[in-house]
């Protein structure tokens, strides 16, 4: 099998055959926050099928393509659709773009996620900006043997959202009147969503929010050293004594009413960063 190092200067390079920019910000778009991508100047859109080891995105809404152009006066490289483990996939294939994203020059990464929201103080489509997260995936796409060409074997995690950028996001959410949230994420691995018993223990540990992606690509990005901001939706609501079904259309619909302020949040953040 082709060494992990080997396999991202490959896929780089592939991405070098279409698009010659130099991106300095990378860009995860999560599910139903694709129409994000509409405000980047694209010079290159390239299918992931067009990138050596690039998984395939098989979740509703995900488009599966990789976006580079400008955004707000910077070179961005955005991922239009993400891997997660549900899927079946390897925590280092869902990973893998990320590595990608730092061999091409990016030296920060912005990823945006749905999430239920288990703090009662959020509301439907509120945008929490992360501080912190917890790891309930089970499994870690540091696992292995490590290069140190790609980062250190222990990467510290005291802070792995960056504290400047977390900052200056809460500082457009005000500025923009966006009523921004900051909280704690927590990942699992789904598919199915939580029990009610589940829930009220993932609030129990400190968790404000719960989703299904995210934790691994930001670990990777901390090993490879870049600075981090989490953005996450709130599509609905997970109040264990006021709990009811929820629906694929229904978390679709509310990211899409948070979407412009999503798309407003990330573009003056990029202009400032």
Not at 8 to 16: L, N, W, Y
Not at 34 to 54: M, N, R, S, V, W
Not at 114 to 128: K, L, T, V
Request: hydrophobic letters at 40%; one cysteine or more; a negative charge.
């Amino acid at each position: 099998m082709t060494p992990l190092f080997e396999q991202i200067q490959e896929a780089t390079a592939a991405v070098r055959t279409k698009w010659r920019g130099s991106p300095t910000v990378g860009i995860i778009l999560g599910t139903g926050l694709g129409k994000l991508a509409d405000d980047i100047k694209a010079e290159a859109t390239i299918p992931y099928e067009a990138i050596p080891y690039f998984p395939r995105s098989t979740s509703p809404s995900h488009k599966g393509q990789l976006v580079c152009g400008e955004l707000a006066g910077k070179t961005v490289v955005a991922m239009e659709g993400r891997f997660h483990l549900y899927e079946g996939y390897t925590p280092q294939e869902v990973t893998f773009p990320v590595r990608v994203m730092k061999a091409l020059g990016c030296e920060s990464l912005i990823v945006s996620n749905a999430c239920g929201g288990m703090n009662p103080q959020y509301r439907r489509a509120d945008i929490m900006l992360i501080e912190d997260h917890i790891n309930l995936l089970g499994v870690n796409p540091l696992t292995g043997p490590n290069d140190d060409r790609l980062g250190d074997r222990f990467p510290d995690m005291c802070y792995p959202y960056d504290r400047e950028l977390l900052e200056l996001a809460y500082k457009v959410g005000v500025e923009e009147k966006l009523g921004v949230q900051q909280g704690v994420y927590v990942a699992v691995t789904g598919p199915n969503l939580e029990t009610r018993a589940e829930y009220r223990f993932l609030r129990t540990i400190g968790a404000d929010v719960v989703g299904m992606s995210t934790v691994p690509e930001v670990i990777v990005a901390v090993h490879a050293k870049m600075r981090v901001l989490g953005l996450s939706v709130v599509t609905d609501l997970c109040l264990p004594d006021a709990l009811r079904p929820v629906s694929l259309d229904e978390i679709f619909a509310a990211a899409h009413e948070a979407e412009p302020k999503l798309r407003t949040l990330v573009q003056r953040v990029v202009a400032r960063m």
